[in-house]
């Protein structure tokens, strides 16, 4: 990019100083040539703008503002629009507030349901993350606030989070933990990306020139600045080398560091220019981007309380809910309907302009029902829960669970709260189960329970959403952005979390949620993509055609049912036969369809090439193997109504043949393989020949003639084969290419 017209007026002090904060918040300007600088604050889920007393981890308090759902709840929605208004929301009381950027949103994979930070990132899948985040973003700049894409990257738990090395595969990384980054750079590109406090293969992301150089802006197109998360700068030197812009907070270390580097020559003028430049842009994006706004704290409101509707999810229902408006006296119990949890600690903590909660709402809602409430869970509240027709616990994790700073150690709600509802087993009426968290809990007492509603962290409105989908005033709408496991130890990261506080081994590669639980056919609590509503849909008449390698699938849903509601179809792809080990299927595309009774949608999808390749470590980029891919259409991973399978082209696959390759690889080159056949076919006794063309005559010979290395082969002294030929072969197809050479 070129550089900013005023870095040649700088000195190499102030260019120093512009690559480090100024303050907790605020980004260094040049005094002498009238350039002031910059706030940013927390976020992502709402506007934590704080004065004195500033910290990172939300110990203190802030400005009040709107406390939207965290990234868990919101990405049950599948609704980018949804996403796009709240961005909106956000940048109208960042502008309000006088923040020009917004740290967030993160789109971290969720590795492990026990990540503490979990609550603050979208999904397990990522095209979910990035298609959310990248809304999210856009929604945010379209309205003059940058947005800052974080943690990137692979920072998937918060212990020992500012020192362990993620040791992960470049495929995983491409497969799994990149996507939703680059998602987010292609569609919406961030004004600032984050790096994450973790190494990545022993390198800090900090410092780490191939994440923030190679990948981030020569393969991606990355046009912003990158920033470290607070505190996350090992060597300051090494970091502007690396294509770390800014450091931040303030740093009394960091500029004196960066010049001893450029006296010495350890680091490149030309970086430091390129670092400043970006931060004297920024600082420019900014100020063009200011003007007057006026916070609207009701609208705000409403559209928490609807953002609060769409994310919850109807995990089961047997006839439990909507509640009637009239009947017999529901029983309440639990202190969440009165105190909720809406958000979780750390650097997201939100002060909301107000709060709701769900047994007022719900009062307010069914005002021809008596409601009794019970905040505890003692005796008292099992004795009248167990004779009431209807009863409605209020369960979840408590504050100290859910935090950045550190981990789960349990995925269990509290005990008292599972022997409470495990008390309610031998009842007379109707159980309804409202969970209050930010990622998922084990679920013992779903086999006796009518309904289970999961409310997520369901920010300031979520209390009034509850009472609007429990009264059946709206259909739940929510899907599950990430699985709910039966037991901790079926999770992918079980054997290999937290790591040993030096190192953590992704051992399970990239297969992580539903992409683990299904390939290894393990049994979940309720599976990726799941969710109820008060209607039923029909799925219909799927029609794929291929276009190049990608497709497009079109097909109908119908509301077969009796309520007004909202299908999410998810459209995954299948890939059954390939070269290397994939998913059983994989998250390509979604789409969602309001539907009256009885109405029917025709509803179309792109999947791209990309949603057909894999990161193939020779190739050394996305391939697309020929050969027949599924397209499948359902309501969640597991629940699949429609599929087609197709028939790709593909894409060639460079040859990496050597001596030592097996005689399986040779014989299926293209070039070489049908000489070879021929050669083999032609060996003394024709024994080759014969298990070529039929291996099951004998397996076990056939097997062990493959997987011999070629230039072994012809050790084997029972068959005569031609080894001068053999040898030609292999000379010919491992000879170096001539390389052109420019003349002069």
Known sequence: MPLHPLITELTDAEKAALCTGAGFWDLTGVPRLGIDGITVADGPHGL?????DADHLGTTDSRPATCFPTASGLASSFDPELLARIGAALAIEARAAGVAVLLGPGVNMKRSPLCGRNFEYFSEDPYLAGELGAAMVRGLQDNGIGASLKHFAANNQEHSRMTVSAEVDERA??????PAFETVVRKAQPWTVMCSYNRLNGTYAAEHRWLLTEVLREEWGFQGLVVSDWF???DRAAGVSAGLDLEMPASSDGPARVLAALESGELDRADLDLAASRV????????????PAVVDTDAHHELAREAARRSAVLLQNAGALPLAGIGAPIVVCGAFAVTPRYQGAGSSRVVPTRLDNALDALRAALPDRRIDYFADYDQA?????TEAAEVIVFAGLPDSAESEGYDRSVIDLPAEQLEFLDALRQRRGRLTVVLQAGSPVTLPFADHADAILFAWLGGQAGGTAIADLLSGAHSPAGKLAETIPMDLRHTPAHTAFPGDGDTVEYREGIFIGYRWYETR????AFPFGHGLTYTTFAYSDLVVTVEGNGATAEFTITNTGEYPATEVAQIYVADPESDLARPVHELKGFVRAELDPGESRRLRVELDRRA????HPRKGSWHVEAGEFVVQVGASSTDIRVMQTIRLDGETLPSRLTPTSSTGAWLADPVHGPTLRDILGRASGGLAGVLLDNPELDFGRYSMLVGTPLNRLCRIDAVDFDVDAINDIITTATAPVPQAHAAG
């Open 521 to 524: 056919g393990l049994p979940v």
């Open 173 to 178: 990384l491409r497969e799994i933990y990149l």
């Open 612 to 615: 057909f390749a894999y990161w």
């Open 48 to 52: 934590r703008r704080q004065d004195d």
């Open 232 to 234: 996350a700068v090992n």
């Open 381 to 385: 509240a099992a004795a009248a829960a």
């Open 280 to 291: 004297l842009t920024l600082i420019d994006r900014a100020r063009a981007s200011e003007g």
